[in-house]
């Protein structure tokens, strides 16, 4: 069954640095989806994509984030200078198959520790 | 944007013993999503329920959309069954789901 993955599962940074996390969604899906979970909390939307643009952005995508379709199979976000705050994990997900365009399917996550 | 609400906040139960887990959403949806998150903190599909009943082994649910909720049935619940249900439904344009806040379950052999 196809299922979207995620790279690294795990990534330590130290604060102020980049970090770019990875996803390659289901391959034919059209939509694609950035979420966290700050640990303990519920899962929050961050950014939806769809034909190469941003289509919708929470007010937690600020100026420091940013997404990315560099090719026909990954999309990336990426942190440019990580604060502690941003500890979480990041779910990538993708929908979009005809009368269930809007079924979103999550990755594994990936565990972003900033130090 | 919609508000999601899930009740309980935690549940605990013996194993073999069924429950309803209820979300509520303040406005009419046109996807609505059950979610188990497992103890490696993965978000596994369980239900997508705009409307009507579904079933899938032991679980089902059911989503009532004119009255803005939606209910998860597990029965004869095992220890593996353990971890935090989330819901979630589409926000105002459709392009993001909001979750509610989850209901950890806990279930003892």
């Known amino acids: 069954e196809p299922e979207v993955t995620q790279t690294p599962s795990h990534q330590v940074t130290q604060m102020g640095q980049e970090v770019i996390l990875r996803c390659v969604p289901i391959s034919n899906h059209l939509y694609f989806y950035w979420y966290r979970q700050i640990l303990g909390q519920k899962v929050e939307f961050l950014v939806s994509?769809?034909?190469?643009?941003?289509?919708?952005k929470s007010e937690i995508f600020d100026d420091q984030f940013s997404v990315e379709r560099p090719d026909g199979s990954n999309f990336t976000l990426k942190i440019r200078s990580t604060k502690l705050e941003d500890s979480a994990m990041y779910f990538c997900?993708?929908?979009?198959?005809?009368?269930?365009?809007?079924?979103?399917?999550f990755g594994p996550g990936t565990r972003l520790t900033v130090t | 944007g919609i508000q999601v609400e899930q009740s309980p906040p935690d549940l605990i139960l013996q194993e073999g013993a069924n429950s309803t887990l209820r979300c509520n959403f303040s406005d009419s949806v046109n996807n609505l999503q059950w979610f188990h998150q497992n103890p490696w903190g993965q978000l596994i599909n369980l239900f997508y329920?705009?409307?009507g009943t579904k079933q899938n082994g032991r679980l089902s649910a059911t989503t009532v959309a004119t009255e803005r909720y939606s209910l998860l049935y597990i029965s004869s619940s095992q220890t593996t069954d353990s971890g935090v249900y989330f819901c979630?439904?589409?926000?105002?344009?459709?392009?993001?789901?909001?979750f509610g806040k989850g209901t950890t379950l806990s279930v003892s052999s």
């Open positions: 997900a993708s929908s979009g198959v005809w009368e269930r365009l809007y079924e979103q399917y």
């Open positions: 979630a439904g589409p926000n105002q344009a459709g392009t993001a789901l909001i």
């Open positions: 994509f769809y034909n190469n643009e941003i289509s919708e």
């Open positions: 329920i705009p409307s």
